[in-house]
C-alpha cells in the first residue's frame, strides 16, 4: 500500500452511485432448543441467575433511595443511583461471554454491566487466580471483611468479595473498590476487564478507542466494548470516537501483523430515553442507531440492532461480532434495545413517558420471560432456579449490609489526606513493557538525528552568536527527548494532526516519520476530543502516550478529556490506575482570535493535572524527559514564537545526555538584587528586554524568574526572591484576568507579606481577543508595559515618562467595562 492514495479526476469526479448494504434489526431467530446444543443447562442457570443478581442489588437501591430501608434494613444513601432495572438481560447478553482480557468502559448507569462483566469473569477465573486477586487487591482491604466467618467455596467467596466491593464503592466506603473516590458513576475493577464508567454522558465514546489501540499496538488479546447510551449519540466525542477507531489506516497502513482494525464495540445500550428526552422521534433523526454505521466506513460498522430484552440475541451478537475483530474487521456497532423501567434517578417523576408504556416492557420483563422459556423448554429446574435465585439474594443482601456497617466498611475519616495522596501518582517508570522498541531504521542513522549532532547547543559560538539555522532550538530539544523514550518504552505512541509526514503541525517529530512505524507515530482525523480521548484510554490500558493539540486554542475542542477525563482517573481511582500521557499544546501568535491565545490557566485550574511550559532548549528538554518518565499526565505548553529559540541563559550549553529537570521547578534566569520579575512561557524574553533596559537607563538589577511550570510549583525560590528584592512583577502573554500570574500574584502576598515593598504587580495581555499579527503589539504584553507598570506600582523610575497607562486607576477603569 503506497503512503497515500492518488486521487484520479476522472474517477471522482465520475457518475456513479452509492449503495448500503442492509443493517438487520433483530434478526436472531434461534430457538431455545437449537441454542441448547450451544449452552449447557448450567448456563442457562448462569444467564438467568446473573440478571435477578443484578435486580436483586438495583432493587435494594432503589428502596434504600425512595423509602430508607430494604426488609426493615434503614440507610440513607446521600448519593446518586442511576439505575438499570429492566436492562439486565442486554448486560448479562454484553457480559457473558466476554473474558476477562475484554475489557469494558461505561456510562452513568453501568451498575448491572459491572456486575454481569464480574460475574462472568468470576465464573472464568480459576480459584487460584481469584484468590491472588482478592489477596493482592489492595493489600486484602476488600477480602478481610468478606472472609470473615466464611465457610464456602472460592467462587462464593468471589461474589462475596464482588458485590461487596461495588456496594462499598457506591456508599463512599474505603472498602470500595476505590476507597469511595469512584462512586456509583464511576465504579470500576479492572482485574475482571471492569474499566472505568462515566458520569459524562458519552465520555466512554472517546476512551474505549485508546484501549483497543493500545491491545493493537502492543498485541495484546480481547476487545473493549464501550457501553453508552442511545442518547449519548448525540455527543459530539462519540462520534469523533468511532471516527477515530474507523480511521482506513489501521488496514491499509499498518502493518498487518497488528491486526487490523480497533478491536471495539460501540454498544449503544439503547433504552429509548435519554433522562427525559427521546432520542429517537425528538432529539435526533437517525430513527435508528445503527443506522449511524452506514455513514462511517463501507463495512457500516457491522452494524446491526438486537434484541437486548432477550440474553439469548445480545450473547449470539457479541460472540459473531467478537470473532470479528478478532479478524481485524472492526470496529462494530450494535444498537441494544432494552428499556429501563426504573427512573433515570431515585427522583424522577417519569413526566415523559406513560405508565401504559412502563407496564408493556414489566409484563414483558426479561427475568421472568426468560425463566418461563426455560421452563417451557425443561432445560433447567424450578427447584434450581428458585435456589439458585435465592442464595444469591441472600448474598447480595449480607454484602449491602455488611457495606453500610460503618465498623467493617468505615468511610474514610474528613482529615484523611487520602485524596491528597492519590491526585498524583509521581510515579517513575523506564518502560512498561519489555520487549524491544520497534523502529524503522537505526536511529543514529536517521539524517534529522545526524543533523541535530551538527547544532551548537551554547548560547554562543566561539564568543559570537549563533545563526538560527546552526542552534539547536527548542523544536531539536523536544525532539531528542522524545526519540530516547521512543527507544526505551516500546508502549509508547505519539498521534495527532498531520504528527506523521508533517511532523507535527510545527515539525518537532520532523524525520520520526523515517524512524517509526505507523502504529507509533500516526496522524489522527481533526478530533481533538478522540486525541485526547484515545490517549487517556491508552494510558488507562497501560501504555505511554503522547498526543498533540495543534493549537492550545483547541483545548475547547477536547474540553471534557483534558478536564474531567485526562485529570481525574488517578484520583477517581485512588491510586490503581495511572495516567503516563503527555498532551502537548502549541500556543500561537499571529494568527488572531482563534489561534493565538495562551489557556495555560484552564489547565492550571483542573486539579490532577501537571501543567508545565518550558520556553529555552534547556528546559524543554529536561522537562520532557522528566514528563516522559512520569506517570502522570502532563500538560506541556510549547510555544510558537520560541521552537526556532537557540539556548540564551546556559553557558555550559544543552547536554547531548539525557537529563531530567524536575516539574515545578522554577528556574533563576539572571540573578539581581533590586526587583524580581516572574514569567511564565515566551514573555520570559520580553521581561530579558525590559530587564536589559531597567539596567542600562535606570541602574537596576532585576533577579529574573521563570516558572516553567503552573502546577505543581515550588514557592521557595520565589519567596526567597522576593525577601531579597521586596518587589515582584510577573508577566505573561495570557490575558491578564484569572491568569495563572493572578493566582502566584495573590499567594506570594499572603507567604511573603512583610518583605514586600508593595503588592506584586501582574502584566498580561489585555483581555480581548488576539488581534491580527500588525497589531499584536496593543494586546500582548511588551517591554514598555513592564517598564512602565514597574515605574507606577513599585519602583518610581527617575525620568521615566511612561507611553502606556499601567496605574491602578485604569485597571479600575477596565475592569468595571470588562475589558
Ligand atoms: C455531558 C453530559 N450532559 C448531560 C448529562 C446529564 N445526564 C445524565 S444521564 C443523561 C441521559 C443520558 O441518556 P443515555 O445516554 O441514553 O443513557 P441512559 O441514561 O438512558 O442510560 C443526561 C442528559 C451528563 N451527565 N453529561
Ligand atoms: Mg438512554
Same mark, same amino acid.
Given at each position: 500500500m503506497p503512503k497515500s492514495i492518488i486521487i484520479e479526476p476522472e474517477k471522482v469526479c465520475g457518475r456513479d452511485t452509492l449503495c448500503f448494504a442492509d443493517i438487520p434489526l433483530n434478526a436472531y431467530d434461534r430457538t431455545l432448543e437449537q441454542e441448547a446444543a450451544i449452552f449447557s443447562p448450567e448456563d442457562f442457570l448462569h444467564i438467568w441467575q446473573d440478571m435477578c443478581a443484578i435486580r436483586e442489588f438495583e432493587t435494594i437501591l432503589n428502596e434504600i433511595k425512595t423509602k430508607g430501608a430494604f426488609k426493615g434494613v434503614t440507610y440513607n444513601h446521600a448519593g446518586p443511583a442511576h439505575l438499570s432495572i429492566g436492562q439486565e438481560a442486554a448486560a448479562v447478553g454484553m457480559a457473558f461471554s466476554l473474558t476477562p482480557d475484554d475489557h469494558i468502559f461505561g456510562s452513568h448507569r453501568s451498575h448491572g454491566e459491572i456486575l454481569a462483566k464480574g460475574f462472568s469473569?468470576? +465464573?472464568? #477465573? !480459576? %480459584?487460584?487466580?481469584?484468590? !491472588?486477586?482478592? +489477596? !493482592?487487591?489492595?493489600?486484602?482491604? #476488600? #477480602?478481610?471483611?468478606?472472609?470473615?466467618?466464611?465457610?464456602? %467455596?472460592?467462587?462464593?467467596?468471589a461474589l462475596r468479595f464482588f458485590t461487596y466491593g461495588a456496594y462499598s464503592e457506591i456508599f463512599a466506603r474505603e472498602t470500595g473498590f476505590n476507597r469511595g473516590l469512584g462512586g456509583s458513576m464511576h465504579a470500576f475493577f479492572a482485574p475482571f476487564g471492569i474499566y472505568p464508567n462515566n458520569a459524562i454522558v458519552g465520555g466512554s465514546g472517546s476512551i474505549a478507542p485508546g484501549a483497543a489501540l493500545f491491545k493493537r499496538v502492543n498485541r495484546k488479546p480481547g476487545i473493549v466494548v464501550a457501553n453508552i447510551g442511545d442518547a449519548s449519540f448525540g455527543c459530539g466525542p462519540v462520534w469523533e470516537g468511532i471516527t477515530f477507531a474507523a480511521m482506513d489506516q489501521y488496514r491499509t497502513l499498518w502493518e498487518e501483523s497488528l491486526g487490523g482494525g480497533l478491536p471495539i464495540v460501540f454498544n449503544c445500550m439503547n433504552n429509548f430515553y435519554g433522562m427525559g428526552g427521546q432520542p429517537v422521534g425528538e432529539t435526533m433523526g437517525v430513527q435508528f442507531i445503527a443506522r449511524i454505521g452506514a455513514g462511517v466506513n463501507p463495512d457500516q460498522m457491522h452494524a446491526e440492532r438486537v434484541n437486548g430484552y432477550d440474553p439469548l440475541p445480545v450473547i449470539d451478537a457479541f460472540r459473531r461480532k467478537k470473532k470479528l475483530l478478532e479478524e481485524g474487521r472492526g470496529p462494530v456497532l450494535l444498537d441494544t434495545v432494552t428499556y429501563r423501567i426504573s427512573g433515570h434517578s431515585p427522583s424522577d417523576a417519569s413526566s415523559y413517558r406513560s405508565k401504559e408504556e412502563i407496564e408493556r416492557w414489566?409484563? &414483558?420483563?426479561?427475568?421472568? &420471560?426468560?425463566r418461563q422459556k426455560l421452563l417451557n423448554a425443561r432445560l433447567v429446574s424450578e427447584d434450581a432456579l428458585d435456589s439458585a435465585k435465592a442464595f444469591l439474594e441472600a448474598t447480595i443482601f449480607d454484602m449491602f449490609q455488611l457495606a453500610i456497617d460503618l465498623e467493617a466498611s468505615p468511610r474514610v475519616t474528613v482529615d484523611s489526606d487520602l485524596v491528597a495522596s492519590v491526585m498524583f501518582s509521581n510515579g517513575r517508570v523506564e518502560k512498561f513493557d519489555d520487549r524491544q522498541p520497534e523502529f524503522l531504521q537505526?536511529? /543514529?542513522?536517521?539524517p534529522r538525528v545526524q543533523q541535530i549532532k551538527t547544532k551548537i547547543r551554547?548560547?554562543? %559560538?566561539?564568543?559570537?552568536p549563533v545563526p538560527k539555522m546552526k542552534a539547536y532550538n527548542v523544536r531539536d530539544a523536544i525532539f531528542e527527548a522524545m526519540v530516547h523514550r521512543f527507544s526505551i518504552d516500546p508502549t509508547m505512541v505519539a498521534f495527532g494532526e498531520e504528527n506523521r509526514d508533517w511532523g507535527g503541525a510545527f515539525a518537532v517529530y520532523r524525520g520520526l516519520t523515517e524512524a517509526l512505524p505507523y502504529h507509533r507515530l500516526f496522524n489522527s482525523p481533526i478530533s481533538e476530543a478522540a486525541i485526547v480521548g484515545a490517549a487517556v484510554g491508552y494510558g488507562l490500558a497501560g501504555g505511554r502516550a503522547v498526543a498533540e493539540l495543534m493549537y492550545a486554542d483547541f483545548m475547547g475542542r477536547a474540553g471534557d478529556e483534558i478536564f474531567n477525563q485526562l485529570s481525574k482517573w488517578q484520583s477517581m481511582s485512588a491510586g490503581q490506575l495511572t495516567m503516563p500521557v503527555v498532551l502537548r499544546i502549541s500556543v500561537g501568535s499571529k494568527y488572531g482570535a482563534q489561534h493565538s491565545q495562551d489557556w495555560t490557566a484552564l489547565a492550571h485550574h483542573i486539579p490532577g493535572l501537571k501543567v508545565v511550559y518550558p520556553v529555552t532548549p534547556y528546559d524543554a528538554k529536561g522537562m520532557m524527559n522528566a514528563a516522559l518518565i512520569g506517570t502522570?499526565? /502532563?500538560?506541556f505548553l510549547e510555544s510558537q514564537r520560541?521552537?526556532?529559540f537557540g539556548e540564551m541563559f546556559v553557558e555550559h550549553g544543552v547536554p547531548e545526555r539525557y537529563y531530567e529537570i524536575p516539574l515545578g521547578d522554577p528556574s533563576i534566569k539572571r540573578k539581581g538584587k533590586d526587583l524580581t520579575i516572574l514569567t511564565l512561557g515566551p514573555t520570559l524574553y520580553t521581561a530579558v528586554a525590559a530587564a536589559n533596559e531597567l539596567q542600562d537607563r535606570f541602574g537596576i538589577s532585576t533577579e529574573l524568574i521563570d516558572l516553567r511550570a503552573a502546577t505543581p510549583l515550588n514557592y521557595d525560590p520565589l519567596i526567597e526572591s522576593v525577601k531579597k528584592t521586596g518587589k515582584v512583577l510577573l508577566a505573561s502573554d495570557a490575558v491578564e484576568r484569572g491568569s495563572v500570574m493572578q493566582t502566584v500574584a495573590a499567594n506570594l502576598t499572603q507567604m511573603c507579606f512583610d518583605d514586600l515593598d508593595g503588592p506584586p504587580v501582574v502584566v498580561g495581555s489585555r483581555n480581548w481577543i488576539t488581534p491580527a499579527a500588525e497589531l499584536e503589539a496593543m494586546f500582548f504584553p511588551q517591554p514598555a508595559w513592564l517598564i512602565d507598570a514597574i515605574h507606577e506600582r513599585l519602583l518610581p523610575l527617575k525620568g521615566h515618562r511612561p507611553t502606556t497607562n499601567q496605574t491602578t486607576g485604569e485597571m479600575a477603569r477596565r475592569s468595571r467595562l470588562g475589558i
Open positions: 469473569a468470576i +465464573r472464568q #477465573l !480459576s %480459584d487460584e487466580q481469584l484468590m !491472588s486477586i482478592m +489477596r !493482592s487487591y489492595r493489600d486484602g482491604a #476488600l #477480602l478481610r471483611p468478606v472472609e470473615k466467618g466464611y465457610g464456602g %467455596d472460592v467462587k462464593g467467596l414489566q409484563q &414483558a420483563d426479561s427475568i421472568r &420471560a426468560f537505526d536511529i /543514529v542513522e536517521n551554547t548560547p554562543t %559560538d566561539d564568543g559570537k502522570d499526565p /502532563v500538560i520560541v521552537y526556532d
